[in-house]
T-cell receptor, first 113, second 111 residues
Framework: KAGVTQTPRYLIKTRGQQVTLSCSPI?????VSWYQQTPGQGLQFLFE???????NKGNFPGRFSGRQFSNSRSEMNVSTLELGDSALYLC????????????FGSGTRLTVV | GEDVEQSLFLSVREGDSSVINCTYT??????LYWYKQEPGAGLQLLTY?????DMKQDQRLTVLLNKKDKHLSLRIADTQTGDSAIYFC???????????FGQGTTLQVKP
């Protein structure tokens, strides 16, 4: 069974640009969550989508947004990039509850220059 | 508020047992997870425990939960060099995909 797939693996963007990251969950999983990982702040929850609806949101500015499609694939978008947005962005999928745990992808490493 | 604390570093000899500790604050947490992260990789789910359990064993891994003290530990028996990684504990209610992670414990295994 295929795991969680995140694309691209690496990305370099310039300050002020915008970026879109993609996450394909495990087949049958309806929940996709996004996390930002930085050396200073650790792993921080961005938002979660379940059946195309945002179910929960972390404390990030409005520049960070996401969506989920009918096939459960999810995208997150960051507009007006700042240097501090450089991070590893991880997505996790689950059937819908924590009973089976959350399976993470390998992440997208975003570097803002 | 929600907070998860872990010690930052642990060094053991190959073949010894490793014990990684974690404390959490949210009493409404239903699930407590342990994840492993190797360099350049995502998070690998190792095991998890429900908050109404005291212990869970899974091959070389043993999770102990002290609900009164909100203390969680992960014991790795017969630690191998391949166990060298960062270990994260995380708490969640299970109803949403929001997990609160600790800072991670770097486990160094010396041959």
């Amino acid at each position: 069974k295929a795991g969680v797939t995140q694309t691209p693996r690496y990305l370099i963007k310039t300050r002020g640009q915008q970026v879109t990251l993609s996450c394909s969950p495990i087949s049958g999983h309806r929940s996709v969550s996004w996390y930002q990982q930085t050396p200073g702040q650790g792993l921080q929850f961005l938002f979660e989508y379940f059946s195309e609806t945002q179910r929960n949101k972390g404390n990030f500015p409005g520049r960070f947004s996401g969506r989920q499609f009918s096939n459960s694939r999810s995208e997150m978008n960051v507009s007006t990039l700042e240097l501090g947005d450089s991070a590893l962005y991880l997505c996790a999928s689950s059937p819908g509850t924590g009973y089976y745990g959350y399976t993470f992808g390998s992440g997208t490493r975003l570097t803002v220059v | 508020g929600e907070d998860v604390e872990q010690s930052l570093f642990l060094s053991v000899r190959e073949g010894d047992s490793s014990v990684i500790n974690c404390t959490y604050t949210d009493s409404s947490s239903t699930y407590l997870y342990w994840y492993k992260q190797e360099p350049g990789a995502g998070l690998q789910l190792l095991t998890y425990i429900f908050s109404n359990m005291d212990m869970k064993q899974d091959q070389r891994l043993t999770v102990l939960l002290n609900k009164k003290d909100k203390h969680l530990s992960l014991r790795i028996a017969d630690t191998q060099t391949g166990d060298s990684a960062i270990y994260f504990c995380a708490e969640g209610t299970g109803n949403t995909g929001k997990l609160i992670f600790g800072q991670g414990t770097t486990l160094q295994v010396k041959p």
